[in-house]
């Protein structure tokens, strides 16, 4: 899904949240979620859709129509040594509107 499409989707209310996942070297890639699935959104290329910042994202999303926005952490417990078997869970954190201001 690019900018173009995820504007449509969203003025028609399909959008139900915009996820900010964290990656490695401090970027973070874009993803749309849309009837319970996640879309990746993707640049001019086809590729996707990197940020270095939340401000960016902020800057990249401005006009589009309000929807909650996350910062995702995927969770690292399957990497660490000597974790009890607990269920594993991502850090979600939703970002304020205000915070790119």
Known sequence: M???ELNAQARTG???E???IAIEGGDFLLE???HGHAHALTDA???RLKVHSVEEAHHLLDGLPKLPLHLVH???QDEMCGMPD???EDLKLP???RSAR
């Open 2 to 4: 690019n900018l173009h």
């Open 14 to 16: 399909h959008i139900q």
């Open 18 to 20: 915009i996820n900010l």
């Open 32 to 34: 749309a979620r849309a």
């Open 45 to 47: 290329r086809g590729g």
């Open 74 to 76: 995927w969770s690292v």
């Open 86 to 88: 607990v269920p594993e």
């Open 95 to 97: 970002v304020s509107s």
